[in-house]
């Protein structure tokens, strides 16, 4: 049974990194996995859309969309996703099966994020050259109950990556030994 792992967080908050290295981790054991990164995902999929609250929406629809659709091709799924806004997240557990849906926070604090800020964007939006940004200008709504809760700025990213893996692993089993 093909998942999708949807992480959430803030901008700068490690979900890419986190992504990424899960990613390498299952496709070692033989699993066959795909990320699909909001920043890269915005240079095509979603090239089209802004950060109004709609587009933002808009753009969960598409991502939620694709995962599904890579779920039922039997590739599980590693979405990296600001996703803000807790009813967006709704809609792509929605979208994807709730069966087949973890959500993983990404709860790297704010200062944190900040003073990361590898591409300058809280610097920017701090100016107020960047409106609509999440965390400054407009809101980040934390999962009420996430799977999963990392915390990269207190872990390693290996200790993350565990993290998440024991979660997957242990859902993935769950969910072969119910049918």
Not at 82 to 87: A, M, R
Not at 110 to 126: I, N, T
Not at 151 to 156: K, M, N, Q, V, Y
Request: with cysteine; glycine share 8%.
């Amino acid at each position: 049974m093909a998942i999708t792992i949807w992480l959430t967080g803030l901008p700068g908050s490690g979900k890419s990194t986190l992504a990424r290295n899960v990613c390498a981790r299952l496709l070692a054991t033989g699993q066959r996995y795909w990320v699909l990164d909001g920043d890269e995902l915005r240079k095509g999929l979603c090239a089209d859309l802004g950060f109004s609250r709609s587009d933002r929406r808009e753009n969960v629809r598409r991502v939620a969309e694709t995962c599904k659709l890579l779920n039922e091709a039997g590739v599980g799924a590693v979405a990296a996703l600001i996703s803000p806004f807790t009813t967006d997240r709704e809609l792509a557990k929605d979208i994807i099966g709730r069966n087949s849906f973890l959500e993983v926070w990404v709860a790297t604090p704010l200062h944190v994020c900040e003073q990361r800020d590898p591409k300058g964007l809280y610097q920017r939006a701090r100016q107020g050259s960047i409106p609509e940004f999440t965390g400054v200008s407009s809101p980040y709504e934390p999962p009420p109950s996430p799977s999963l809760v990392v915390h990269p700025h207190l872990a390693s990213v290996e200790e993350c990556v565990d993290e998440a893996l024991a979660l997957i692993l242990g859902f993935e089993w769950r969910a072969c030994n119910m049918v």
